[in-house]
Each structure stands twice: as structure tokens, then as C-alpha cells.
């Protein structure tokens, strides 16, 4: 495999946090860098292109944004619909416009918690504890 070198102005403050994250995990911050790009590059060729963009600017966030991320939940109305809708359908089917409703709010969930297991997967690889994680609601 090639290995190709490359210079790189980065902004202040994703120097800072990639310097930090590198403090922390006792590696170089070369390392650091060439962890979330391909971290970034990979989630984007394996995943649809919206649920890429969902995940693709988690890397370069700092660590309170990751745990709020890593935390966040659907809405719960939407959770109380998209229940709803799954007993119906199992009762005796939906509408076309419930089918429609039905996937709209999948996706949506499917996407929160690509984005809070991804969250939490960076958080880990800083050297948190995310263990309060998979317990939480």
C-alpha cells in the first residue's frame, strides 16, 4: 500500500480538540487525525448517502457535543406514533398513508440511534467510560 504525505491548515479550535483527544488517548496527534478521516471516508462508502450525513461531522466534534449526541433520543410523540402504528399494523394492517407515515418515523429512528452508537463508539476511542450508556434510557 502507498503511503502519500500531505500538509494541512486546520482551524484553531479542531487542532485543539484533536490535540486534546490525543493528550487523552496518549497517541500522536497524527494519529488522532488520520483516525477520523477514516472513520469519516468509511461510514460515507458503507452507508446511504443521508445516513452518512448524519454521522459524517461527528468526528471533529468536542466532547460535550458527542455526549449530547451520543444521549439524544427521538421526540416522544414520535416514539408514541411509530408505536402506535406497529400495533395497528400487526392488528390488521395500515393505510397506505400510515405505511408512508410508518417508514418516515423508522428512518428517523434508525438515524438517531446510528448517530448515538457512533457517538458513543468516538467517545470510547477518546478513552471515555460510555458504560452509562448502554444502560440509560
Same mark, same amino acid.
Given at each position: 500500500? !502507498?503511503?502519500?504525505?500531505?500538509?494541512?491548515? /486546520?482551524?484553531?479550535?479542531?487542532?485543539?480538540? =484533536?490535540?486534546?483527544?490525543a493528550e487523552r488517548t496518549r497517541r500522536?496527534? %497524527?494519529?488522532?487525525? =488520520?483516525?477520523?478521516?477514516?472513520?469519516?471516508?468509511? =461510514?460515507?462508502? @458503507? /452507508?446511504? &448517502?443521508?445516513?452518512?450525513?448524519?454521522? @459524517?461531522?461527528?468526528?471533529? *466534534?468536542?466532547?460535550?457535543?458527542?455526549?449530547?449526541? !451520543?444521549?439524544?433520543?427521538?421526540?416522544?410523540?414520535? #416514539?408514541?406514533? *411509530?408505536? &402506535? /402504528?406497529?400495533?395497528?399494523? @400487526?392488528?390488521?394492517? *395500515? $393505510?397506505?398513508?400510515?405505511? %408512508?407515515?410508518?417508514?418516515?418515523?423508522?428512518?428517523?429512528? %434508525?438515524? #438517531?440511534?446510528? #448517530?448515538? !452508537? @457512533?457517538? !458513543?463508539?468516538? =467517545?470510547k476511542q477518546r478513552g471515555y467510560?460510555? &458504560?452509562?450508556?448502554?444502560? $440509560?434510557?
Amino acid at each position: 500500500m !502507498a503511503v502519500h504525505s500531505m500538509t494541512l491548515d /486546520l482551524p484553531g479550535t479542531l487542532y485543539e480538540r =484533536l490535540m486534546r483527544r490525543a493528550e487523552r488517548t496518549r497517541r500522536p496527534v %497524527e494519529i488522532e487525525m =488520520l483516525e477520523a478521516v477514516t472513520a469519516a471516508v468509511s =461510514l460515507d462508502e @458503507q /452507508l446511504p &448517502a443521508d445516513l452518512a450525513e448524519a454521522v @459524517q461531522g461527528l468526528t471533529v *466534534l468536542d466532547d460535550p457535543a458527542l455526549w449530547r449526541a !451520543a444521549r439524544s433520543h427521538l421526540p416522544f410523540d414520535k #416514539v408514541s406514533h *411509530l408505536e &402506535a /402504528l406497529h400495533i395497528k399494523r @400487526q392488528a390488521g394492517g *395500515l $393505510s397506505g398513508t400510515e405505511t %408512508e407515515t410508518l417508514r418516515v418515523l423508522v428512518k428517523e429512528y %434508525e438515524r #438517531v440511534m446510528l #448517530v448515538r !452508537a @457512533q457517538a !458513543a463508539l468516538i =467517545l470510547k476511542q477518546r478513552g471515555y467510560d460510555v &458504560a452509562d450508556l448502554i444502560t $440509560s434510557p
